[in-house]
């Protein structure tokens, strides 16, 4: 298994443009909600913890929480902080517009962050890195964390 360092110079290599690093600055956290989101929606509720349910969005935020502790903690810790903030929101929508609103807002989200990260990386004149390996999927909201620790001054 790559480490860290490797999937994000990896990664990188096709997010060199200034609006292509832009726009997945943008767009990356928005995919990475709009999935939690979809997931959140699934009717399928085994309680709630902090008055976040215990479901399909829940239960595959704890997945990928797993998936990123097992590349870097410090990654994995960023994204912990996010999907709860995701999941939070999921039920924050789920209440203004129920099971359809989660639904829809997530599913016009998606694609049109979608469209604009094609369009980024047109831009780029470079494919996606997850058409060389579906695991950059993953690697992108890894990046995005790792870009914002060092905004912050925590790399």
């Known amino acids: 298994m790559k480490d860290i360092d490797q999937w994000l110079l990896e990664y990188g290599e096709s997010h060199q443009n200034p609006t292509n690093k832009l726009i997945h600055w943008f767009c990356v956290p928005i995919i990475y909600f709009t999935i939690i989101g979809l997931l959140y929606s699934i ?4 309680g709630t913890v902090a008055n976040i349910k215990i479901n399909i969005g829940s239960i595959i935020a704890l997945l990928i929480f797993v998936y990123y502790i097992l590349l870097s903690f410090k990654v994995a ?9 995701c999941l939070a929101l999921s039920e924050y929508i789920y209440m203004l517009g129920g099971t359809m609103g989660l639904v829809i807002t997530s599913a016009v989200l998606f694609v049109i962050a979608w469209i604009f990260q094609f369009v980024g990386h047109n831009i780029e004149g470079k494919k996606p890195s997850f058409l060389k390996d579906i695991q950059y999927l993953m690697i992108g909201p890894a990046w995005v964390i790792t870009k914002l620790y060092r905004t912050i001054g925590l790399d």
């Open 43 to 46: 009717p399928v509720e085994w």
């Open 77 to 85: 810790v960023g994204m912990l902080i996010f999907s709860a903030i």
